[in-house]
């Protein structure tokens, strides 16, 4: 007798029961069918890359969190991707010749990052990201486009009440120079936390970089919310600059996308001017925005990204700048559960059970299932031995919208006894109809 | 400057272009609906899982193939899943009292093995898996209704021209025990070779198991293809044996999957009673099959699968008796498209490139855009600056149907020029019309 092995999940990985994984999937595939009808290209890339590749960016942070690979033959340092950005950058430098930009892509797929486990942090999760990457150039447009997949994706969730929080990098270092902050990343990486750590502690972190008290009176006075998008658009007016000078340049392009992003649907309320967003990476240049669930902000942003200058300047010496978004899925679908907030938990899997009541029915029930099938509808046939309340029982457990009864009567009469779980109701149908009727 | 690292690709991995890519994604969500349809519940488990999970059946093989993971802060013993068996089997231990039985799950995802590179040979490939357990007993109908899943997914990829090749290892050792075989499942993993090795080199292995030379002949007798199933199923008939023993049993079962099958859709023509097919692992007991593509054999099995009798006995003490298939979708696209048989191959991802031709016509066109989208139909528009010619071939990169094109008549005319590039046929066509017309 050998020693049974513990089946336990190991913590910081998510495994669903099955009517939960519908669900999950469901979420998944409402977002695939909007990257693609906003013509975005499916992409599927190696979770394995090598070393040298996932570290191109240098690293820092996620260094420490990368799950190396000891072997598998090879003997070459490999590494599982912990994003699906760097994977992007190598294979658009790779096939760049190949390629129609802007190139338009999808990706939807694990990541792996070792993080410390605790609740709503994993260590493998899927991050479901589009790009558009030009080849020299890419216009101001494709900054307004993004947040309108968002918009869309999260409508047909059900969950509509969310605020696109707007806002744009080069604004802030142009006002950042203004000020005579000279280096303006590590203030900018500060103001990130100040949702987590609140305004006293983001002070501190910013005097010690070295900025005076008078600036980080007028950084804050700056941060300020407003009433309205109107009234921050005017207040920016009211600052003065040179024409041309990258505050000038950030506010034209800030107030641009906003009003694109109507263009393209999102209604103005829904949208927020929010100068406090900055997307903490030094790799964004231009528009960045995070998206929250209204009442639900403490989740934090459910859809995040921006505009970058050079997606593959590792790998590559061609000018490639773009901009992206991605969902944390795994994360997002976690903390709607804890909230109660999932979407199309209420609907039923399996459409049909359909119930030979003896052998001699057999075939006209898997007849009938077959054409369920064909027809694309969820259904199962029961064909195990035992009772009535057995197979009424397993019914119930996987939740079947409809219960399909042959018995010798309905056999000889065509007919099929359809029952409705929820509700109890029996109504006998002809088997010609019984696909219209359960649609 | 830093150095540019190389973005190439590491052999044994599979990274499509676009155009490759959707081919590839249709075959999979023709293959997830199918899973669907048939009342499969979806699972998705972590890729990675403790070593000694992985590694409690023994191994062998795969032992030396598997992918450890170094770290990831944690310190235990982890590595990449090398199929999609053993974390169902984990699964189901772990979450017995929460499932209905028979419990059916589908899970498509990719798996990791460190074979030596060499073509048709990947490192990382999807795995497409379907498996009915049930709890303590399972019905041998299930065994013939998971061979329809496989023939309703090839005929919607167009590959009707498949046969199914089936067995029953119980027969197969109730044989070897007739004749004298005490040890019968070496010479099983033999036969299993026949198609690659040849006669000779399997019967010279079998002769090193230590079986007679008698026995030799009586197995490659009792292989030898016969004119029709019917006659198969004769010959099979004609072999004395005792009620109830392995080899009745075995005969009985493989009759009645036989018939089944047909009554589950598939024609008697397309299945091949193949007493050849072993399907080489210990775990199968019972029913084994292969599918091949006439004419195409040597691509080998395109789905596999197979009865066993204990799914989990490594991780519980309960009896979980199944049948399972898996169908190698990255092996199976990379073939195809070698013998250039790719399904979906000449379909228009991007249906339509709405161009403005001016800044006055960029609100209609980003509204066309927007419904189209809504009704899901992949569409793009073109707002980067550029002239017309450089509009039309972007459009021609991506392969778009059609080109909606809004100039200032076809604005005042409340019209879209809807060019179908394929013909270059060009008309008007009225605004709330075009959804209708490109659909």
Not at 120 to 131: A, S, T, V
Request: aromatic share 10%; hydrophobic share 40%.
């Amino acid at each position: 007798m050998t020693e049974l092995v513990n089946p336990s999940l190991q913590s910081g990985f998510m495994e669903l029961l099955p009517q939960d994984q519908v669900v999950f999937n469901r979420m998944k595939a409402v977002v695939e069918e909007n990257f693609a009808a906003f013509g975005f290209w499916p992409l599927d890339t190696p979770v394995i890359e090598r070393s040298e590749v996932l570290f191109s960016k240098g690293g820092g942070e996620t260094t420490k969190q990368i799950y190396r690979i000891e072997k598998g033959e090879s003997s070459s340092d490999q590494a599982l991707r912990f994003d699906l950005t760097v994977p992007l950058a190598r294979y658009v430098a790779l096939h760049s010749n190949e390629l129609a930009f802007p190139f338009r892509r999808y990706q939807i797929g694990k990541v792996y990052r070792g993080e410390r486990t605790q609740r709503g942090r994993f260590r493998e999760f899927y991050q479901c990201d589009i790009d558009i990457v030009g080849h020299g150039s890419l216009s101001l447009h494709n900054d307004a486009e993004i947040p309108a997949v968002i918009f869309n994706i999260f409508r047909q969730m059900g969950l509509e009440n969310v605020t696109f929080h707007v806002n744009n990098r080069r604004l802030l270092n142009g006002y950042m120079a203004q000020i005579g902050v000279t280096d303006p990343e590590p203030v900018l990486r500060s103001i990130d936390k100040l949702q987590k750590m609140g305004e006293e502690k983001v002070r501190a972190e910013i005097e010690e970089a070295g900025v005076s008290q008078q600036a980080i009176d007028e950084i804050f006075t700056f941060l300020q919310p407003s009433q309205s998008n109107d009234e921050t658009l005017a207040m920016l007016q009211s600052i003065d600059c040179e024409e041309g000078d990258a505050f000038a340049v950030g506010r034209a392009e800030l107030t641009q996308v906003y009003e694109e992003m109507q263009a393209f649907g999102i209604p103005a309320k829904k949208i927020s001017i929010d100068l406090s967003i900055t997307r903490g990476l030094d790799y964004y240049t231009g528009t960045v925005f995070e998206t929250f669930l209204n009442g639900y902000e403490s989740i934090g942003s459910i859809a995040s990204g921006g505009r970058y200058d050079d997606l593959a300047s590792n790998f590559t010496k061609e000018h490639l700048p773009g901009i992206g978004l991605s969902i944390g899925l795994t994360r997002l679908f976690d903390q709607l559960q804890a909230a109660d907030l999932l979407p199309f938990a209420d609907e039923n899997y399996i459409r049909a059970l359909v119930v030979p009541m003896g052998e001699q029915q057999q075939n006209m029930a898997i007849e009938l299932v077959g054409k369920l099938r064909t027809a694309k509808i969820p259904s199962q046939i029961y064909l195990e031995s035992g009772k009535m309340k057995k197979k009424f029982s397993y019914a119930d457990k996987i939740g079947a919208k409809y219960v399909l009864l042959i018995g010798e009567e309905e056999q000889n009469a065509g007919k099929v006894a359809v029952k409705e779980l929820a509700t109890g109701e029996q109504e006998l149908v002809a088997l010609d109809q019984v696909l219209e009727y359960i649609k």
